[in-house]
């Protein structure tokens, strides 16, 4: 099994600015989750209940996973949800993959640590005995409500899902099993982890709304998916097209790529590419020139051009 790294969120190092994608918190998790359970409440009572239930899974296949999935460093969340992308995901495999989390799990933590000081509330060991699958100074010191573990792993689980859509079922159920090894291992109450679940949806709702966040998702989207990294490729025959040119069609304004078979034999993108022998792909003739605007987005004949659209579309916008 491999080695547990054992770092509760509240003592992560703060990360430098350039680290993230957001400022400050991101969002104010106070005004989104649902207030703490009170000592005394239905709600409270139900999770010293859970976690007394618990307990009882100490030593079991189970209680070994939630071991497992205390660790929350970028290596071991990649291999965690190996088995439900259905592809190997690593620093080496998955490189920008791995750029993206590391990024993301410092906005995640930054919006956690603002909140848990709002509610204070005390882990479920300090409240009733019982096993603990961590040690339980390094977890003392935090507080319970929310779960940074699980806000962490259903935002990794979240962006993966959008990343492998054929996979979502299985990365979303990994995301959710992720939270419930917090319950089993006693370092969290199961109403924090419900909360970390809602705050993890909450910061990977805001990271869309970042452009860097969304350059750096469409890099790993090319990357866990090697048909669009074939297409930058393509036409380009500096950069060892994939593909030959076989001409172009007139009438439909496209061109026509194919490769030979001796080009698919050895490639290790084949069998994410094509079931046959070899591939072909059309493209667009003007698709070169949508490839370029993406690129020319915030300059300041971008802004000039959009501005000019804007005044042109205000006249005719009565008709």
């Known amino acids: 099994m491999r080695g547990v790294i054992l770092l509760p969120l509240m003592m992560l190092a703060t990360p430098a600015p350039a680290q993230r994608y957001l400022s400050g918190p991101g969002v104010a998790l106070e005004r989104v989750l649902p207030p703490a359970p009170k000592i005394g409440s239905v ?13 009882a899974l100490e030593g079991s296949a189970r209680w ?10 970028i290596p071991a969340m990649l291999a965690d949800f190996t088995a439900a992308a259905g592809r190997p995901l690593s620093p080496t495999a998955t490189p920008a993959l791995a750029h993206l989390l590391t990024r993301m799990r410092s906005d995640v933590s930054a919006g956690v640590n603002a909140v848990k000081p709002v509610y204070a509330r005390r882990r479920p060991f300090l409240v009733d005995a019982g096993p603990v699958c961590q040690r339980r100074a390094m977890l003392a010191n935090s507080f319970d409500y929310p779960s940074g573990h699980t806000s962490w792993g259903t935002a ?5 899902a959008e990343l492998v859509p054929a996979r979502a079922t299985e990365l979303l159920a990994r995301g959710r099993d992720y939270g419930d090894s917090r319950v089993i291992c006693g370092a969290h109450n ?35 998916d090697p048909a669009l990294a074939v297409m930058p490729r393509i036409a380009a025959p500096r950069a060892a097209p994939l593909l030959g040119n076989c001409g172009n069609n007139r009438a439909s304004q496209v061109r026509v790529y194919r490769s030979r078979p001796t080009d698919c034999t050895d490639c290790e993108l084949k069998p994410q590419c094509a079931i046959g022998k070899k591939r072909g792909v059309t493209r667009l003739v003007s698709e070169d020139a949508g490839d370029a605007v993406p690129a020319l987005a915030g300059t300041d004949a971008y802004v000039k051009v959009r501005r000019r659209k804007q005044r042109i579309e205000r006249v005719f916008g009565h008709l």
């Open 43 to 55: 709600e409270d009572e139900a999770d010293r209940a859970s976690f007394r239930a618990t307990r």
């Open 64 to 73: 070994l996973q939630a071991i497992g999935d205390a660790d929350e460093a």
């Open 156 to 160: 990794v689980a979240i962006v993966l």
């Open 190 to 224: 199961a109403s924090a982890v419900a909360a970390g679940r809602q705050a993890g949806a909450a910061m990977v709702a805001r990271l869309h709304g970042d452009s860097g966040f969304r350059t750096d998702l469409d890099a790993a989207r090319r990357e866990l």
